[in-house]
């Protein structure tokens, strides 16, 4: 696993062993990066299920503000903090070791770009997206990866659905948050 681009490029990050961890794949997240290159010039982006972090290292590489990192998981959050560490943008990011609805009905801060990445096949995006909504700034942009088959809404709140891109057994889903639409 490394950094596609940016000031980080090549730089190798460090993945979590299991069977439980599944990294995003080159592939998959270099499409992801092309679709939101334009947004994420001093954006505040949230890394949600952020796993190793490489999702929202990626972000700071390509010229995002901050990121804001957040798993239960406190070997993740220790991967994350390494990764952070050997690419120097510790000090941009924000760890937060909690589930994710908590987290987002607690903190008032509010998201440029927002990257869920959760456990597949537990019908958690259906859960999060309203929770997050209200947290998007107005023409922000939510990313879901997550199994080809999962279907998601058109519309929630605010957010509404913008495109779906597969990628054999992962899909991922954008949203656009249009709060004048609402």
């Known amino acids: ?13 460090k993945t979590l062993e299991g069977n439980d961890v599944r990294p995003t794949t080159d592939k998959v997240k270099e499409a992801i990066f092309s679709a939101i290159q334009f947004d994420l010039q001093d954006a505040l982006v949230l890394d949600l299920f952020a796993g190793s972090g490489q999702m929202g290292i990626e972000a700071l590489s390509r010229g995002a ?3 804001i990192c957040v ?11 390494e ?8 000090d941009q990011a924000q760890l937060h070791q909690t589930d994710a609805i908590s987290f987002l009905n607690r903190t008032s801060l509010r998201f440029h770009i927002a990257i869920l990445d959760p456990p597949y096949h537990k019908d958690l ?4 997206l309203p929770v997050l909504e209200p947290r998007m700034q107005p023409e922000g942009t939510v990313i879901c990866e997550h199994e080809a088959g999962l279907l998601l809404p058109e519309k929630v709140g605010s957010l509404l659905f913008r495109k779906q ?3 054999g057994a992962i899909a ?7 709060k004048d639409d609402v």
């Not at 990764?83 to 510790?90: A, G, I, R, S, T």
């Not at 995006?125 to 999060?128: A, G």
């Not at 991922?172 to 249009?178: D, E, G, K, Q, S």
């Open 1 to 13: 696993m490394r950094v596609i681009a940016g000031s980080a490029k090549g730089q190798k990050l």
């Open 65 to 67: 503000a901050e990121i």
């Open 71 to 81: 798993d239960q998981s406190s070997r993740s959050l220790a991967v994350t903090r």
């Open 83 to 90: 990764n952070l560490e050997k690419v120097h943008f510790l």
């Open 125 to 128: 995006l259906q859960e999060i």
């Open 165 to 167: 891109k597969k990628y």
């Open 172 to 178: 991922v889903t954008y949203y656009t948050c249009r």
